[in-house]
């Protein structure tokens, strides 16, 4: 059983503009050093010519969670947020996301689309998330995809503020 994860964001930026911002290293660095109190750190960071390959790695507190998620963890919880992003090629460039964790089987990828129009480009995400755990796991799928949506949507204004300060 999984549950998907849909979400449109359109930015009024050029397509090549944020699809700099996303294949820029020092971007997600920034990004990194911006949720170092959080325990926010580089797992794997792979860029050049308009391409990335990126992971996010961090510690989760099992004290901020639900009980009924904290009651199931494993060990040291932590996970690994990927994104990979492909060259901008006739205005569309292809990106995938991940997550993984250690402590809990949960599983999240996707695909990402970013393409131009005429009046900024549109971000689409499609994906799944998987939580492998009898009962609940419908549950948690539930509360990691609302989480995962709320990190997207944050991503934009990221990804704004960052482009507006480094044009």
Known sequence: MSRKIELTTTYS???????????????????VEQGAENGLKVDHLTAGDGTIDVGI??????????SMVSKVIKGDLSIVRGEVW?????GRADGTFTA??????????GTAVLTGSADGCTLTV???VEVSIKLIG?????????????IL????????????ANA
């Open 13 to 31: 930026l050029p397509v090549e503009t944020v699809h700099r911002t996303l294949t820029d290293e020092n971007f997600w660095l920034h990004r």
């Open 100 to 109: 993984v964790t250690t402590g809990m089987p949960v599983t999240v990828g």
């Open 138 to 150: 419908g549950t948690i799928e539930g509360m990691v995809a609302e989480q995962i949506l709320g």
């Open 86 to 90: 492909g060259p901008l090629t006739d």
């Open 126 to 128: 499609e994906g799944e």
């Open 57 to 66: 790695a961090q510690e989760i507190d099992k004290d901020k969670l639900p």
């Open 153 to 164: 949507g944050r991503d934009q204004e990221v990804v704004e503020e960052w482009a507006a």
